[in-house]
Every structure is written in C-alpha cells, then in structure tokens.
DNA sequence: TTGATGTGTGGGAGCGCTCTTACAACGTTG
DNA sequence: CAACGTTGTAAGAGCGCTCCCACACATCAA
C-alpha cells in the first residue's frame, strides 16, 4: 500500500540491465534486443512499476498537461451555471484526453487570480493555456504572450497580437437572424444585445443591424442584456413598454431569449404567433425553451476542440505563426419563429 | 522571451548567497538574517526568478493539484450538459483556489479511462482523487484505495469501504416532497424516480415511498427515469396514462421535473391547479421553469466544496480515519406544487 | 574557562528520469 | 586482414529543487 514506488532502478536490477535500457523499453522502444525487451517487461510487471511522471517532466520540460482559464470578467463561482462554459470544457476535455493531456480548471476572475495563472505557467506546471476570455480589456492574453507561454484563445483578442485563437463569425450569425426574421414577414423587429463591451455582441449586433438596414430597415430598437436570464428578463420588459408593438425579436443568446419568451407569455401573447423570436447558441435552454427557440448555433464544442488542437500543434512544433480559425454559424429553426 | 528561465542557482549568484538560503528566502523564511533576506529578495527581483514546480514536486513529493474525476457510467461529452456536474465543478474550484491547489478535469466513462486515471494517480501527478461517482458498481473507488490513493467520494460508495466521502439525505428529501404534496391535499400522487441502479435514486424513492404509506398511501405509481429531459417526458407520458387523474407528481430531478411539466401543459393540464409538481435539486432548470419549480434543494456547491476540504485535510496528515459529511435536504416551494 | 545550547549559512546528496556519450561486439568492405 | 560502419548496451551527467548535515559563530549557565 504505502510501500515505495519501484523506481526504473529497482526495474533495471530485476531485469539485469541498465536504467536505460529499461527506460527504452518504457518510451520509444528504439534498438533493443527483443528477447531483452521481454525480460524488461516481465520486470516491469513484477515490480508493477509505473514510471515517475514528475521526474519525467523535470528532464523533458512537458508536463502532459494545459491550463483551461476561464478568465471572465463577470468570474466567481457562478460561471459554471452559464451553460457555455460547460460546452467549452466538454469540447476540450474530449478532445485532449485522445491526446493524453489533460485541462487543469483555473478561474481568473480577479487581478491577483490572473497573475496566479501567469506564475503557474511560467512555473512550468502546464505546458500552454487555453484562453476563454470574454472581455477584450483583459490583460491575460498579453500577459501571457509576454511570459513567452503558448497559448490559444477562444475569440479573437480585444487589439490584435501575435496569438492564436478560434471564434465564429457572429456577424454572419447576426444576419442570419434577421434574413429569418424578415423572410418571416416580420417588420417590428427589435433586438436584446449581449453586453457590449464583449465582442461577440459587438458583432453580432452588427452584423443584425446590417441586415436589418439592408432590408429598409434602419432603425432597430436594442436594449442591452448581460447574457443572463435575468437580464434577458428586464430588457423584455423595456423593450414591451417601448414598442409595444413589437413582433420580432432576436436575442444575443439562448439564455436571454428564453427569458424573453417567458415575459412574452406572461404579457399573453403569442410565441410565435404574435412575437417571434430568435436565440443564438443552441445550447441546452434552446431545447428545454417552449416553444422551443429557433435559434443560431454556435459549435462550442467544435470550437473548444479546435482550440485545444492549435494548442497541441504549437506543443508540438513551437515558433509557427500563430494560426486561427473561424467557425461559420448555422441557423437552426424550431419553433419560436 | 525564450531566454531559459532563471534557477535557485542564478539567484543564488547574484545575491552572493547559497542556493540553499535562496530556497529558505523563497519558502518558510526560517532562520534568515533579514538583511540577507533582503539581499536575496532584490535578487529575485532583478533575476525575475520563479521556483520550478515540476522540480520542487520531485522532492516533496506534492503536486499541489488534485485530480476531479467524473466517473460516470453514462459518460461522454455530454455530462456537462447537465448542470449538476457544472455545479460541482463550481464548488471544487472555489474551495480549491483559495488552498492553492489546481483541480485537473477527468473523464471515467469506460475501462481505459479508469485505468489512465488510476495510472495518472499512481504517477504522482495529482496529490489525490475528487471521485464523482454515481453508478455503485464503479470499480473506481475500490481500485483508487487499493492504489493507494488519497480519495473522497461524492455519494456514498456502493458497498462500505474505508474511504471518505460527502453525501445527503436522499430519504429526507425525498421525505420533503411526499408531505409537502399530501399537506397540500393532494391524494392521486405519482412519481418519476431517477435510475434505479444509482443509490440516490434509491434513497430518494424509498424516503419518498416511505412517508407516503405513513399518509395513507401505501402504493405509488411510479416510472423509473433516467435523470435527462427525455427520459422524464416520456416517464410522464406514461404516467399520464397509467393514470390519467393524478393530481401530482414528484420527479427525482429539476430536469425531469421541468420536462415533466412540459407534457403536463402540453396536454392541457394546469400545474399546478390541476397537476402539481416537485422537483429535486434546486438546479437552473428548476428557476427557468414555466411555474418555476417547487423543489427539494441539494446544496452540491457546498458538498463539493467539503468534498475538496475533506480531501485536503488526508492530505495534510495522511493515515486519518476517512470522514464523511451528510447535508440535509431543503424544500424549497415555489410555484409548481 | 568549559561545555551546552542555539542561530545562521553553505555544502552536498539525492528525488526519478532522459539523453548523450562511450564502448563492446559484430559484421562488411576494399 | 586492417579499416570501418552498425547495433545494442552501460555509464554518467544533469534537470531544479529540498533538506539533512556540518560548521562557524554567538550566547549563556556551571
């Protein structure tokens, strides 16, 4: 039980050869003796040995491990009820454990917390980070660049640098929401943005006005959300009191569309008949939403994994130019519009 | 950038001391002569030195991660979807970042992958094993005690064994909900239960069982579900025609709960005039809920993060007897029941 | 004075591994 | 038959750190 672990040592005198050659059979296997190679392993198996992977680690400088830093300004403990994160760890978990590395969790929702991640990698203890960064003010993108750490971002970085990343083109996605929305004969559309210091919203906004302006209609009226139910909520009900004849309207995410659609029924219309409406995300509230949302999906999972294997590439072969990818959204209709 | 980085040594020189005084400076600090401590710190300043993890963890024996391990029998990339494992995760991360210690995210789902994280276990790269277990016939937990490796359950393990974990009163609560319903007049009472091979589901059943034949009503209709939404539609479909006047039902998860009630309204039902609902674990489906969801609560932030304590105080003096902690339930009444 | 005790510091072993180097044994070639 | 690969193995350095031990020096009781 708590017996020493056999080292490759007490191998190696079992088996009658050197620590290198045990260490051989161990990795590569190149140029050993086969009939060697089984005494090694009948070693190995006797002893039960199981090889040290710190002390590995200590001489090849890779830990078999990555850093998955959910750096979100909003932060605490309460990013886990954002179903979002929840894709973005099952995508790289997935992936990565084909690879045999695996994520350590990290949460830098504060200034002494993101210095933490910068030490934690600069100390070696992962061999890159995954970046899922909402807000284009964080300095954790940088920081980490400057500390000479690989890594990856999941969404483009808020000033460009020289950084790997994946994210999707929400502008297009904004489109697509409303080319739906006015092919639908809608034509008092109105929109719940995500915050707007974020991206994402920027372009999804965008991209939504853009559409709109080029189907003779400039004019949109936007209240701002936070992603949240709650705020999904609230704009709801601004937006019924301000144009409260309103038959259309798309949210900036799942989470705030569903919200919407309660205070729809709540005010006793009709989803979809008298009001439409349209999510972004596809993600496990679109489906659990009745009517369930019609909405535009975002491939999180592929994305996160994707994220991760630029990552590994980087490992792998270091110094390429950083590479990046951009997903395309997809419209998923249902029955909210 | 990819200068190496500084050692004990380099400060060692530069500070004009021994690496071993570096090492008391940057650790305990015992038995330093302030000056010279003041010397080494500028040392470290100007070298820009970080102690290397991988190399102090060769010593000490201490990795300062632990590893979270979700050892489900369904497994997949989809046990996120789920909110419970996004609340756990939640209060491991919370706990853990304030000791300093890093969680690593496992997947147990098959043979392979339970015999890689014993082997990652067994190779020292995490100091012990946050264990999510719910099937009761997981090999897991028997082969991480024999392993040797410093454990603690979430959920009792399905036979004794010495091993710590944190649990709740799955009778009690399921108690909760039987007396909320009958105080409430309802008589025609059904029940959605979880998997009957997961002991939760047992214990939330039998509490359920139990105090319903104590009110007088020693039979329940009851459908076994599978903890999902599907699962729970179509338990209530059946329900609804096995026995077409009930007038309440208990579902031994907010997500079938919810689901539940879906079919309830779809077939024309009120909930909770008509049919009222409890549901169990006071997760995100419960307040996203159209009535939000009467339910009994399971503290898993907490318990995750006494999960995390337990494991932390083994690990700070080894040998203890194994502890556990049961939380009670809490009903929560809302608007379904 | 002498020993006992305590404090601050350096030297050096050693954690378990990988990887370079050296070397032995064996062909193969001109 | 000397010169030269080729292949398989052992020896040993070294990754960066902690910690034990030795030692110099100061302090204090007997």
Redesign the pocket.
Same mark, same amino acid.
């Not at 906004?205 to 999904?232: I, L, W």
């Not at 006793?268 to 009517?291: H, M, Q, T």
């Given at each position: 039980m708590s017996r020493?672990?056999p080292?490759?040592?007490d191998v190696a005198r079992v088996a009658g050869?050197?620590?290198?050659?045990v260490?051989r059979v161990?990795?590569g296997t190149r140029? +050993?003796?086969p009939e060697?190679q089984e005494t090694v392993r009948n070693a190995i198996e006797q002893t039960g040995y199981t090889?040290?992977r710190v002390?590995?680690s200590? +001489?090849?400088r890779r830990t078999g491990t990555v850093a998955l830093v959910i750096s979100g300004a909003g932060g605490g403990s309460d990013v886990f009820s954002d179903p979002f994160f929840g894709r973005v760890t099952a995508g790289v978990v997935d992936f990565l454990r084909g690879h045999g590395v695996h994520p350590v969790l990290m949460l830098a929702d504060s200034d002494h917390a993101r210095t933490e991640v910068v030490e934690f990698l600069r100390q070696g203890s992962a061999d890159g980070a995954l970046l899922v960064s909402t807000h284009p003010a964080d300095p954790l993108p940088s920081r980490l660049l400057e500390a000479g750490v690989p890594s990856v971002l999941y969404a483009r970085p808020g000033r460009p640098m020289p950084i790997g990343y994946v994210d999707m083109d929400h502008r297009a996605g904004g489109r697509l929401a409303a080319d739906h929305l006015v092919a639908a004969g809608r034509y008092n559309i109105a929109t719940i943005s995500g915050p707007m210091d974020v991206l994402a919203s920027q372009d999804r906004h965008a991209g939504f006005r853009d559409a709109m302006a080029r189907h003779g209609f400039p004019y949109v009226p936007t209240v701002e959300g936070g992603f949240t139910a709650e705020s999904g909520a609230a704009a709801m009900h601004r937006l019924l009191t301000e144009c409260p004849d309103l038959d259309a309207v798309f949210a900036a995410n799942d989470l705030m569309a569903q919200a919407a659609v309660d205070v729809l029924l709540e005010h006793g219309l009709r989803v979809p008949e008298d009001v439409a409406v349209v999510g972004f995300d596809d993600s496990a509230p679109a489906l659990a939403c009745r009517p369930q949302l019609t909405t535009i999906r975002q491939p999180v999972e592929r994305m996160a994994a994707q994220m991760a294997d630029l990552l590994l590439a980087d490992l792998e072969k270091p110094g390429q130019r950083p590479k990046s990818v951009i997903f395309e959204p997809e419209l998923v209709v249902r029955a909210s519009a």
């Amino acid at each position: 039980m708590s017996r020493v672990a056999p080292t490759l040592e007490d191998v190696a005198r079992v088996a009658g050869v050197s620590r290198a050659t045990v260490s051989r059979v161990v990795n590569g296997t190149r140029n +050993v003796d086969p009939e060697l190679q089984e005494t090694v392993r009948n070693a190995i198996e006797q002893t039960g040995y199981t090889p040290n992977r710190v002390a590995r680690s200590l +001489v090849t400088r890779r830990t078999g491990t990555v850093a998955l830093v959910i750096s979100g300004a909003g932060g605490g403990s309460d990013v886990f009820s954002d179903p979002f994160f929840g894709r973005v760890t099952a995508g790289v978990v997935d992936f990565l454990r084909g690879h045999g590395v695996h994520p350590v969790l990290m949460l830098a929702d504060s200034d002494h917390a993101r210095t933490e991640v910068v030490e934690f990698l600069r100390q070696g203890s992962a061999d890159g980070a995954l970046l899922v960064s909402t807000h284009p003010a964080d300095p954790l993108p940088s920081r980490l660049l400057e500390a000479g750490v690989p890594s990856v971002l999941y969404a483009r970085p808020g000033r460009p640098m020289p950084i790997g990343y994946v994210d999707m083109d929400h502008r297009a996605g904004g489109r697509l929401a409303a080319d739906h929305l006015v092919a639908a004969g809608r034509y008092n559309i109105a929109t719940i943005s995500g915050p707007m210091d974020v991206l994402a919203s920027q372009d999804r906004h965008a991209g939504f006005r853009d559409a709109m302006a080029r189907h003779g209609f400039p004019y949109v009226p936007t209240v701002e959300g936070g992603f949240t139910a709650e705020s999904g909520a609230a704009a709801m009900h601004r937006l019924l009191t301000e144009c409260p004849d309103l038959d259309a309207v798309f949210a900036a995410n799942d989470l705030m569309a569903q919200a919407a659609v309660d205070v729809l029924l709540e005010h006793g219309l009709r989803v979809p008949e008298d009001v439409a409406v349209v999510g972004f995300d596809d993600s496990a509230p679109a489906l659990a939403c009745r009517p369930q949302l019609t909405t535009i999906r975002q491939p999180v999972e592929r994305m996160a994994a994707q994220m991760a294997d630029l990552l590994l590439a980087d490992l792998e072969k270091p110094g390429q130019r950083p590479k990046s990818v951009i997903f395309e959204p997809e419209l998923v209709v249902r029955a909210s519009a």
